[in-house]
């Protein structure tokens, strides 16, 4: 199984931006498929995003035209950029490789009003 490490989570004001990075182990990166997802307190974990091999990017209803998935094959590393953040968005994000079921440990985002 491939090896997730999730990074640049943090405490930000509402309207404010993050960039999260996800490191992953292994081979094949450039032909694995990857994701985020969040799970906040009380709740169950959803989908965030998803970044396909070819390039095809799927959003979760709540982030579209906020956060933008990309992904760095060289750097086997792919990005969530989070914009316009709402206090709703604080969750614990978690990187996910669709290919083998992995998950990352996760990286704390809240957003204060």
């Known amino acids: 199984q491939v090896q997730l490490a999730e990074s640049g989570g943090g405490l930000v004001q509402a309207g404010g931006s993050l960039r999260l990075s996800c490191v992953a182990s292994?081979?094949?990166?450039?032909?694995?498929?990857l994701g985020w997802y969040r799970q906040a307190p009380g709740k169950e974990r959803e989908l965030v995003a998803q970044?396909?091999?070819?390039?095809?990017?799927n959003y979760g209803n709540s982030v579209k035209g906020r956060f933008t998935i990309s992904r760095d094959n060289a750097k086997k590393t792919v990005y969530l950029q989070m914009n316009s953040l709402k206090p709703e968005d604080t969750a614990i994000y978690y990187c996910?490789?669709?290919?083998?079921?992995?998950w990352g440990q996760g990286t704390q985002v809240t957003v204060s009003s």
């Open positions: 292994g081979r094949f990166f450039s032909a694995r498929a």
């Open positions: 970044i396909f091999s070819g390039g095809t990017t």
């Open positions: 996910h490789s669709v290919n083998d079921g992995s």
